[in-house]
């Protein structure tokens, strides 16, 4: 799927990641955790949101297989991207505030919500439109 940016976001409910994917604008919410617990929490995020979105088990396998080998962190100077994951952390907190609790299943709902969410300037608005056209050559209708 490419590169991803994440973000350390501290709310009131607790201390969240959130990653944006930068073809797709995929977006994974989960609690945030450090290296090396990172790199273990990150696949599992991303293989419920490609089951969800329907990616074929073959394809989640290979999606996920890199997070288990050398992982490089850079920092990020893509301006639109930075933007577009404040206004998810955003968002999410949006979310959280309206939940009042939440455990790791409701997490997991606020995930697939933010991933129906639209960004601007974007061919495919819609990161599930995204993610599927690159993955498996089909987008929502």
């Known amino acids: 799927m490419g590169a991803w940016s994440a973000k350390a976001v501290v709310l009131p ?21 450090p290296l090396p617990a990172f790199l273990g929490v990150f696949p599992a995020a991303l293989r419920i949101e490609l089951e969800h979105i329907g990616i074929p088990e073959a394809i989640i396998r290979a999606e996920v297989a890199p997070f288990f080998g050398e992982v490089t962190f850079a920092k990020n100077s893509n301006r639109s991207l930075l933007g577009s994951l404040n206004d998810v952390c955003f968002h999410l907190d949006c979310a959280l505030e309206d939940a009042g609790s939440v455990d790791l299943s409701g997490l997991v709902g606020i995930q697939h919500h933010l991933n129906l969410m639209p960004h601007a300037n974007r061919d495919l608005p819609f990161p599930v439109d995204a993610a599927l056209l690159l993955l498996s050559g089909e987008a929502v209708a």
């Open 13 to 33: 409910e607790g201390s969240f990641c959130v990653a944006l994917n930068e073809p797709t604008y995929l977006t994974l919410v989960f609690p945030f955790v």
